[in-house]
């Protein structure tokens, strides 16, 4: 009988295994071969019907999604990595562009929006509030509302409806560059 391997596995760091022989190592290895999915966004923004021009904060988004090109100028072709999300429900879902989107807010704030995903498919086009903390920007969360700011000064808000509704210029729609 061959003797227990005494060693540490390199990729998870468990006594008793080899690499070679992990069973984490070989998932991440299969994992890596179909890719990962771009990004996780909020099953239940496929359910419902709103405008299209509307857009939505979202605290389960990682990037951001729009299911328009409206007055899109510029778009790039995503990459092999790039080319579906995941959503909610473990469904992945086509990405056909990414692309650079400027929402003018209520506020008279001009909202610029790098990489959002175009996913067709979606209902929504969702604000991942996640990649805004990113930009600097903080939240004020209550009463059914949400409060922007960006370097101490405030930007915008939106009003709860299930997600937040982003409180854009009623004078403008929304714009792409």
Known sequence: MKPKFQGKCKFCDIFGHKQADCFKFKNWLEKKKKGNPLALVCF?????????????????ATIHVTNSLQELKTRRRPSD?????????????????????????SSG?????????????????????????????S???????????????????????????LNLDSNSIVQRQ
């Open 44 to 60: 239940e923004s496929n359910l419902v019907d709103v405008p299209s021009n509307t857009w939505w904060l979202d605290t389960g």
């Open 109 to 137: 704030f001009d909202l610029a929006l790098s990489d959002v995903v175009y996913v067709p498919s979606m209902r929504r086009n969702l604000i991942s509030v996640s990649v805004l903390e990113k930009c600097g920007f």
């Open 139 to 165: 939240f004020v969360f209550g009463n059914n509302e949400v409060e922007i700011f960006r370097n101490s000064s405030f930007t915008g808000f939106g009003v709860f409806d299930g997600l937040y509704l």
């Open 81 to 105: 990595r790039e080319l579906s999300i995941a959503v909610g429900n473990g469904v992945n879902v086509g990405v056909e562009n990414i692309e650079t989107a400027s929402l003018k807010l």
